[in-house]
């Protein structure tokens, strides 16, 4: 079991940047790769981004790449989403999740809550 706790969602106005971060619990964190997902009203979860288990692979969205970044601490046990250049359609409900191996990160076996992020033009 892995429990997934987001944090840092908000509401910012466009360009403007936001971190998300994500802390995990359960199995050793450097064993998991991690990922973002987001869903906006009335459509489907979307991956974002993943990053590996020791962080070098980090495969991103192409509605996101060059603006968003993941990191990870394992020692803190938590992974970052930075986001820059924010645009409305941005705007959704983000989740962090968690898989076995980067392979699988956009189906992943365990999800955090989720956090709110809604930016105004």
């Known amino acids: 079991q892995v429990q997934l706790v987001e944090s840092g969602g908000g509401l910012v106005q466009a360009g403007d940047s936001l971190r998300l971060s994500c802390a995990a619990s359960?199995?050793?964190?450097?064993?998991?790769?991690l990922g973002w997902f987001r869903q906006a009203p009335g459509k489907e979860r979307e991956f974002v981004g993943g990053?590996?288990?020791?962080?070098?692979?980090?495969p991103y969205a192409d509605s996101v790449k060059g603006r968003f970044t993941i990191s990870r601490d394992n020692a803190k046990n938590t992974v970052y989403l930075q986001m820059n250049s924010l645009k409305p359609e941005d705007t959704a409900v983000y989740y962090c999740?968690?898989?076995?191996?980067?392979?699988?990160?956009?189906?992943?076996?365990?999800w955090g809550q989720g956090t709110q992020v809604t930016v105004s033009s």
């Open positions: 999740a968690s898989a076995p191996n980067i392979a699988t990160m956009r189906n992943p076996n365990f």
């Open positions: 990053i590996s288990p020791y962080g070098f692979i980090t």
């Open positions: 359960g199995r050793p964190f450097s064993s998991n790769a």
